[in-house]
């Protein structure tokens, strides 16, 4: 006797189905998987990308702020040398210290030379601010050429 | 049977298949034709379109680094480098020239019929570069794109103007301006160093070549660069200070004018560490500037020229004879009546000084003093002096063009030459090396390598060690002692009291030589280098001065007068700002020396030589001649001087023969 089984054939139907929702599963995972894989890549690509013009512009505006850093350097050097700290003296009303007399030490021969005196006066012998005006006269010394005529000198040369 | 009319019945399956194998054979062509294609464009061309897309999608930016800095000892910036950008144009990417310089010109404001030429011109001959405006900083080059944009142009770089593009260049400027312009030097437009540090320090200094490879999208935007690393150039230190550096430029310009010299050079050296603290030339150059006015005040007349210093060389002969022992600085020595005679030649003193300590001897610049001196020393240790003071070669410096001066082989000086040399001609001496001479004196003997580089820094990085500049012992501690007590002697007492200070002893020398003629192949009595060299304080010198004027013409004109106090205002201005203490009392009260000494210059003397004398010995020689006289040579040994009513008052009591062995009084380089 032949037994039939009568379910199978609605099993199968079963078995089928789920094969089939696997199978479609399993391509749309992979259809997914892949897009997401695409989409992924692409956003990489992208931002990399992005990335690099950002970089791009960065070593830009380094190289920009690098050349205002050096025309600001320049600029202050400019500003502090002494040329422009005359003319800017000048234009602010102050003019060049005339000469302070010119103090010279006693002449004396080494063997006669005894320590030398503790010294009487601080006084700074150099005025270093354009604006100080001195208060002395400036004193003309024997040496200063100025006072010295050509008849003098050529006087002096030969008497010697 | 059949009927031939009836058509055949058609084999539907052949039809089909005959069809489908058409469309296969189609296909198959068509796919075959692409396949070929792509093999030929991919395997045979391969080398072309791979090119064509990467010029399409990259380009090579090339950029030179900056050029590195140069400071002085303080960190204050004497050159640098700065971005700036040049705008030119690429005539064969401009479809019309004369549009494209109607529009250039009106933004430029330039001439416009001018630069449609230009280009024309350019584009017919192939050029790709043609410059338009240089220098042009971020700023303005900023607004230049913005005002050369243009909508139909198809670029990807700014300006967005047909066949108009950037090239990155730099400028060197140096904000000191002539601030130790001979120092310094300059550098060219290929950034290439010239002269001065800039050139001996090149290699150093300049920037390497950087590429950079972008790769940019349709919209021209960078999205990609590869960028080549080179190592940055280093910032070189100098020893100078550029403030003592000014006040020095300021003082010697000032004796310039005030002796109407023709050109003056100051040195100022830490003689404990050879140190440059000032190097100044008078007149200077600002490098900003070059022109061909200027370009005759380039030389760095301190190692670059070599000059007769006259008794400044006294120093020498002195130090012989002291490091021999053959006498103090307290025994004294007799000038005799003023004259001695060697080789059949008669030296003079310009005044008599009778019998003398040595000390004496020097102060008062005795010719016949010194020349007796170098007589007991004798040719084969003098000779040694000389070269060991360094005399006759390089010093060292880190200058280029440095000459070595010029001293005579032993082996072909003549009788006299002994005579001339100790009291300092038939020799010629760069001021650094005489600077630098003194400098052994007031370092107690041991002469230090002038040096003028502090340090070499790569950018951001450490600085590298130099190697220490080479010390030797020349001459006994002693025997500096001694001389620099003689050298007190000279400033108290002797031809250089004004390069007294105030507040500080000082010692030195003061010299002054008459200058050879190369045109009339004798020495000009006219013209004169008047030098004084000192040191301060006396006992312990932190600085070491020489300053050297060329042809003064106002007043006495020898050194004492002349280069004396620019040595005093130097050295008074450099010891306060040093902070140096002082060393003796500071007067208020303004003294006048009670005698002056002036070191009268010989006058006319050293006989003038003919070509032929230069070069040997036997020849005729000449002594005191005017102009006229000098043109015919004739014999005159020991001959009594005939003076012209112009040279006889000075000549009176101070003719002396020196034979002058013809050698040039520069050597420039």
């Given at each position: 006797?032949i037994?039939?089984?009568?379910?199978?054939?609605?099993?199968?139907?079963r078995?089928?189905?789920?094969?089939?929702?696997?199978t479609?599963?399993?391509?749309?995972a992979?259809?997914l998987?892949?897009?997401?894989?695409?989409?992924?890549?692409?956003?990489?690509?992208?931002?990399?990308?992005?990335?690099?013009?950002?970089?791009s512009?960065?070593?830009?505006?380094?190289?920009?702020?690098?050349?205002?850093?050096?025309?600001?350097?320049?600029?202050?050097?400019?500003?502090?040398?002494?040329?422009?700290?005359?003319?800017?003296?000048?234009?602010?009303?102050?003019?060049?210290?005339?000469?302070?007399?010119?103090?010279?030490?006693?002449?004396?021969?080494?063997?006669?030379?005894?320590?030398?005196?503790?010294?009487?006066?601080?006084?700074?012998?150099?005025v270093?601010?354009?604006?100080?005006t001195?208060?002395?006269?400036?004193?003309?010394?024997?040496?200063?050429?100025?006072?010295?005529?050509?008849?003098?000198?050529?006087?002096?040369?030969s008497?010697? | 049977?059949?009927n031939?009319?009836r058509?055949?019945?058609?084999?539907m399956?052949?039809?089909a298949?005959?069809?489908?194998?058409?469309?296969?054979?189609?296909?198959?062509?068509?796919?075959?034709?692409?396949?070929v294609?792509?093999?030929?464009?991919?395997?045979?061309?391969h080398?072309?379109?791979?090119?064509?897309?990467?010029?399409?999608?990259?380009?090579?930016?090339?950029?030179?680094?900056?050029?590195?800095?140069?400071y002085?000892?303080?960190?204050?910036a004497?050159?640098?480098?700065?971005?700036?950008?040049?705008?030119?144009?690429d005539?064969?990417?401009?479809?019309?020239?004369?549009?494209a310089?109607?529009?250039?010109a009106?933004?430029?404001?330039?001439?416009a019929?001018?630069l449609?030429?230009?280009?024309?011109?350019?584009?017919?001959a192939?050029?790709?570069?043609?410059?338009?405006?240089?220098?042009?900083?971020?700023?303005?080059?900023?607004r230049?794109?913005?005002?050369?944009?243009?909508?139909?142009a198809?670029?990807?770089d700014?300006?967005?103007?047909?066949?108009?593009?950037?090239?990155?260049?730099?400028?060197?400027?140096?904000?000191?301006?002539?601030?130790?312009?001979?120092?310094?030097?300059?550098?060219?437009?290929?950034?290439?160093?010239?002269?001065?540090?800039?050139?001996?320090?090149?290699?150093?200094?300049?920037?390497?070549?950087?590429?950079?490879?972008?790769?940019?999208?349709?919209?021209?935007?960078?999205?990609?660069?590869?960028v080549?690393?080179?190592?940055?150039?280093?910032?070189v230190?100098?020893?100078?200070?550029?403030?003592?550096?000014?006040?020095?430029?300021?003082?010697?310009?000032?004796?310039?004018?005030?002796?109407?010299?023709?050109?003056?050079?100051?040195?100022?050296?830490?003689?404990?560490t050879?140190?440059?603290?000032?190097?100044?030339?008078?007149?200077?150059?600002d490098?900003?500037?070059i022109?061909?006015k200027?370009?005759?005040?380039l030389?760095?007349?301190?190692v670059?020229?070599?000059?007769?210093?006259?008794?400044?060389?006294?120093?020498?002969?002195?130090?012989?004879?002291?490091?021999?022992?053959?006498?103090?600085?307290?025994?004294?020595?007799?000038?005799?009546?003023?004259?001695?005679?060697?080789?059949?030649?008669?030296?003079?003193?310009?005044?008599?000084?009778?019998?003398?300590?040595?000390?004496?001897?020097?102060?008062?610049?005795?010719?016949?003093?010194?020349?007796?001196?170098?007589?007991?020393?004798?040719?084969?240790?003098?000779?040694?002096?000389?070269?060991?003071?360094?005399?006759?070669?390089?010093?060292?410096?880190?200058?280029?063009?440095?000459?070595?001066?010029?001293?005579?082989?032993?082996?072909?000086?003549?009788g006299?030459?002994?005579?001339?040399?100790?009291?300092?001609?038939?020799?010629?001496?760069?001021?650094?090396?005489?600077?630098?001479?003194?400098?052994?004196?007031?370092?107690?003997?041991?002469?230090?390598?002038?040096?003028?580089?502090?340090?070499?820094?790569?950018?951001?990085?450490?600085?590298?060690?130099?190697?220490?500049?080479?010390?030797?012992?020349?001459?006994?501690?002693?025997?500096?002692?001694?001389?620099?007590?003689?050298?007190?002697?000279?400033?108290?007492?002797?031809?250089?009291?004004?390069?007294?200070?105030?507040?500080?002893t000082?010692?030195?020398?003061?010299?002054?030589a008459w200058?050879?003629?190369?045109?009339?192949?004798?020495?000009?009595?006219?013209?004169?280098?008047?030098?004084?060299?000192g040191?301060?304080?006396?006992?312990?010198?932190?600085?070491?001065?020489?300053?050297?004027?060329?042809?003064?013409?106002?007043?006495?004109?020898?050194?004492g007068?002349?280069?004396?106090?620019?040595?005093?205002?130097?050295?008074?201005?450099?010891?306060?700002?040093?902070?140096?203490?002082?060393?003796a009392?500071?007067?208020?009260?303004?003294?006048v020396?009670?005698?002056?000494?002036?070191?009268?210059?010989v006058?006319?003397t050293?006989?003038?030589?003919?070509?032929?004398a230069?070069?040997?010995?036997?020849?005729?020689?000449?002594?005191?001649?005017?102009?006229?006289?000098?043109?015919?040579?004739?014999?005159?040994?020991?001959?009594?001087?005939?003076?012209?009513?112009?040279?006889?008052?000075?000549?009176?009591?101070?003719?002396?023969?020196?034979?002058?062995?013809?050698?040039?009084?520069?050597?420039?380089?």
């Amino acid at each position: 006797m032949i037994k039939r089984n009568e379910t199978q054939p609605l099993s199968a139907k079963r078995v089928s189905s789920t094969k089939r929702f696997t199978t479609y599963a399993l391509i749309l995972a992979s259809t997914l998987t892949l897009a997401s894989g695409f989409f992924f890549a692409a956003t990489q690509h992208f931002s990399s990308m992005d990335y690099g013009m950002k970089n791009s512009r960065l070593r830009k505006q380094i190289e920009q702020l690098e050349a205002e850093k050096s025309r600001l350097m320049l600029a202050k050097e400019v500003s502090m040398s002494p040329n422009e700290i005359k003319k800017a003296a000048k234009k602010a009303g102050l003019f060049d210290p005339i000469p302070a007399p010119v103090m010279t030490q006693t002449a004396e021969l080494v063997q006669t030379k005894t320590v030398p005196a503790s010294s009487k006066s601080d006084q700074p012998l150099i005025v270093k601010t354009a604006s100080v005006t001195t208060a002395a006269k400036p004193v003309t010394t024997a040496f200063n050429k100025s006072d010295k005529t050509g008849k003098e000198i050529k006087k002096t040369l030969s008497t010697e | 049977m059949n009927n031939p009319r009836r058509p055949k019945k058609r084999n539907m399956k052949q039809v089909a298949y005959t069809r489908f194998m058409l469309v296969v054979a189609f296909f198959v062509l068509w796919i075959g034709g692409i396949s070929v294609r792509l093999v030929h464009l991919q395997v045979t061309q391969h080398a072309w379109l791979r090119e064509r897309a990467e010029d399409a999608r990259t380009n090579i930016n090339q950029k030179r680094m900056l050029r590195g800095t140069i400071y002085d000892r303080n960190n204050r910036a004497l050159a640098m480098s700065q971005r700036v950008k040049t705008l030119y144009a690429d005539p064969t990417e401009m479809a019309d020239t004369n549009a494209a310089a109607q529009s250039i010109a009106k933004v430029l404001k330039l001439d416009a019929a001018q630069l449609a030429t230009q280009l024309q011109q350019a584009k017919e001959a192939k050029k790709r570069f043609v410059p338009i405006v240089k220098d042009l900083d971020a700023e303005v080059s900023q607004r230049l794109d913005k005002a050369f944009d243009s909508a139909d142009a198809r670029k990807p770089d700014l300006p967005k103007f047909n066949g108009l593009h950037w090239q990155d260049d730099q400028k060197r400027s140096y904000p000191l301006q002539s601030i130790a312009a001979h120092v310094i030097g300059f550098s060219n437009d290929k950034d290439e160093g010239v002269a001065g540090i800039e050139r001996s320090q090149d290699e150093v200094l300049h920037g390497a070549l950087i590429k950079s490879l972008q790769e940019r999208d349709r919209l021209g935007r960078v999205y990609d660069e590869e960028v080549a690393e080179r190592e940055a150039p280093s910032d070189v230190y100098l020893t100078i200070d550029y403030a003592l550096q000014y006040m020095v430029e300021q003082s010697l310009e000032k004796g310039v004018h005030e002796a109407d010299a023709k050109s003056g050079i100051a040195v100022v050296m830490n003689p404990k560490t050879g140190e440059i603290l000032a190097l100044a030339n008078y007149p200077t150059f600002d490098p900003n500037t070059i022109t061909s006015k200027t370009s005759a005040h380039l030389a760095n007349n301190a190692v670059q020229s070599a000059y007769s210093l006259g008794s400044v060389f006294k120093l020498v002969t002195y130090s012989s004879g002291l490091e021999k022992k053959l006498f103090n600085p307290n025994d004294m020595i007799s000038a005799g009546n003023g004259t001695i005679e060697v080789a059949d030649h008669i030296f003079t003193d310009s005044h008599g000084v009778g019998t003398v300590s040595y000390s004496q001897a020097l102060a008062h610049s005795s010719n016949i003093c010194a020349i007796k001196t170098a007589l007991s020393v004798g040719k084969e240790d003098f000779a040694a002096m000389v070269q060991k003071m360094g005399f006759g070669s390089k010093t060292g410096i880190e200058l280029p063009a440095e000459t070595a001066g010029r001293v005579r082989p032993r082996d072909k000086w003549n009788g006299d030459s002994l005579a001339s040399m100790a009291i300092g001609y038939e020799i010629d001496v760069t001021p650094l090396q005489m600077t630098s001479a003194f400098a052994t004196i007031a370092n107690n003997g041991i002469r230090v390598q002038p040096r003028i580089i502090k340090e070499i820094k790569p950018a951001g990085g450490e600085a590298k060690q130099l190697p220490q500049a080479p010390q030797t012992q020349v001459v006994t501690p002693e025997t500096s002692r001694n001389l620099r007590t003689m050298l007190k002697q000279v400033v108290l007492t002797g031809t250089g009291k004004r390069a007294q200070l105030n507040g500080y002893t000082a010692a030195g020398k003061t010299g002054t030589a008459w200058k050879y003629n190369a045109k009339s192949k004798s020495i000009d009595s006219s013209k004169y280098m008047s030098t004084f060299i000192g040191m301060a304080p006396a006992d312990d010198p932190e600085i070491v001065v020489a300053v050297i004027m060329d042809e003064p013409k106002n007043g006495a004109r020898d050194g004492g007068m002349v280069s004396a106090p620019v040595f005093r205002e130097i050295a008074q201005q450099l010891l306060h700002e040093l902070k140096v203490p002082t060393d003796a009392p500071i007067k208020q009260e303004r003294l006048v020396a009670e005698e002056d000494i002036p070191e009268l210059p010989v006058k006319d003397t050293v006989a003038k030589k003919t070509p032929e004398a230069r070069s040997g010995a036997g020849v005729p020689k000449k002594t005191d001649q005017t102009p006229s006289e000098r043109e015919k040579p004739k014999d005159v040994k020991k001959s009594k001087d005939k003076k012209t009513p112009e040279n006889s008052r000075l000549t009176a009591k101070m003719f002396r023969r020196i034979e002058f062995r013809g050698i040039d009084r520069t050597d420039r380089t």
